[in-house]
């Protein structure tokens, strides 16, 4: 039922900027985080930021904090994650998950912990930072 379809991935320069989309759809309740989270070749895949649909308090992994920008669009179940000054180390497959669980999905993304727990996945989408 629920439904998570990303776009916004592409290529672009070091320093430069894109904007990613997560559009949610199916959703029954109200109360529910979504984050976003990328998988680089050859590595695990690590949370990135989160937003909490109650108050829309947000939170960041440490390394991408002060350059992403995590938001949302209540009117049409959207959530963004604006990236800004990439770095060649951004490159990966980015994804937006949704839980039920805030207080888990807090602790994944301020944590490091492994993505375990999260309700749904959308296919993701590929950024690519190259000169």
């Known amino acids: 039922q629920v439904q998570l379809v990303e776009s916004g991935g592409g290529l672009v320069q070091i320093g430069g900027s894109l904007r990613l989309s997560c559009a949610a759809s199916?959703?029954?309740?109200?109360?529910?985080?979504i984050a976003w989270f990328r998988q680089a070749p050859g590595k695990e895949r690590e949370g990135v930021a989160c937003?909490?649909?109650?108050?829309?308090?947000?939170y960041y992994e440490d390394s991408v904090k002060g350059r992403f920008t995590i938001s949302r669009d209540h009117a049409r179940n959207t959530v963004y994650l604006q990236m800004n000054s990439l770095k060649p180390e951004d490159t990966a497959v980015y994804y937006c998950?949704?839980?039920?669980?805030?207080?888990?999905?807090?602790?994944?993304?301020?944590?490091?912990?492994?993505?375990?727990?999260?309700?749904?996945w959308g296919k993701g989408t590929l950024v690519t930072v190259s000169s």
């Open positions: 199916g959703l029954t309740s109200d109360y529910y985080a």
């Open positions: 998950a949704l839980s039920w669980n805030l207080e888990h999905t807090i602790l994944v993304i301020t944590t490091s912990a492994l993505p375990d727990g999260m309700d749904y």
């Open positions: 937003i909490a649909r109650s108050d829309d308090s947000t």
